[in-house]
């Protein structure tokens, strides 16, 4: 799938409208701030992303795996913001995690 974004906080740059949507060839942006980037790795090498009633949220990274201590530094973080990290699957990533298992599951203690 295709889509784009556009920043609509120039403050932050954290609030973006996105779109999946083109109709004769321009985007369609219906919506002024429908993602919030809620953390950024200091060398750009993940960001998670939530949508503004906390219900929904992304974690993208660069790299097919992220260290358990990355994840549960996420964990924190999307806590903080009101958001049950626990309710979040891992997508299955060649060279990464294998099964669709809750991030809560991926990073507890052994």
């Not at 998670?48 to 994840?71: E, F, G, M, Q, Y």
């Not at 958001?83 to 669709?100: A, E, I, N």
Request: glycine letters at 8%; aromatic letters at 10%.
């Amino acid at each position: 799938m295709i889509g784009r974004a556009r920043v609509v906080d120039f403050q932050s740059n954290a609030r973006l409208s996105a779109t999946f949507l083109k109709l004769g060839g321009e985007w369609q942006y219906w919506f002024k701030d429908n993602y919030w980037v809620v953390d950024l790795a200091p060398d750009y090498s993940h960001t998670v992303v939530v949508t503004p009633n906390r219900k929904n949220a992304w974690i993208l990274a660069r790299t097919p795996a992220l260290s358990v201590d990355t994840l549960s530094g996420i964990a924190e973080k999307l806590r903080a913001q009101g958001v049950d990290p626990c309710q979040l699957r891992m997508s299955p990533q060649t060279g990464g995690h294998q099964t669709p298992d809750g991030l809560c599951d991926v990073i507890k203690p052994e």
